[in-house]
């Protein structure tokens, strides 16, 4: 998911988890079944599924010219793995969980540094005071 360029959503993760779900057990699936997934939009279910040849998930079978899926599409090796693992959704979701993180980490170094500088004030108002004390004690004494 890191080699692409485009922006993955939670629904578009879920579309590609479907097509990948579609198989079961089967090393080879119809295209009308994934057809159906996109409800008949076969131009968007297309490029979904060049997205997934891209990422090395299926490959297609029996193109033709002018039609915008082909007859059928394989899994490649791996995919069952990938999907145990949660597919796209999973993936999606602890990224999301690590920018969250990462926002979280940059705001707490925000908050140090500006603690940081909070307590440097407040010292050197401590040393003037500090010395304030000591001047007004050699006057009295």
Known sequence: ??????????????????ILREFGTEKYIKTDMVSKIFRGNNIL??????????????????????????AMIGKQPGVERFMNEGGFMRRFEL???QEEAGKNLQELQIENIRLRHTVEVQKKQIELLEYTVKQLENKLG
Do not use: H, R, W
């Open 95 to 97: 990224k999301k969980l």
């Open 1 to 18: 998911m890191d080699k692409l360029s485009l922006t993955l959503t939670s629904s578009k993760c879920e579309l590609l988890d479907n």
């Open 45 to 70: 279910a297309s490029e979904y599924l060049g997205l997934l040849v891209q990422l090395d998930l299926i490959f297609l079978i029996g193109e033709v010219k002018g039609y915008p899926l082909p």
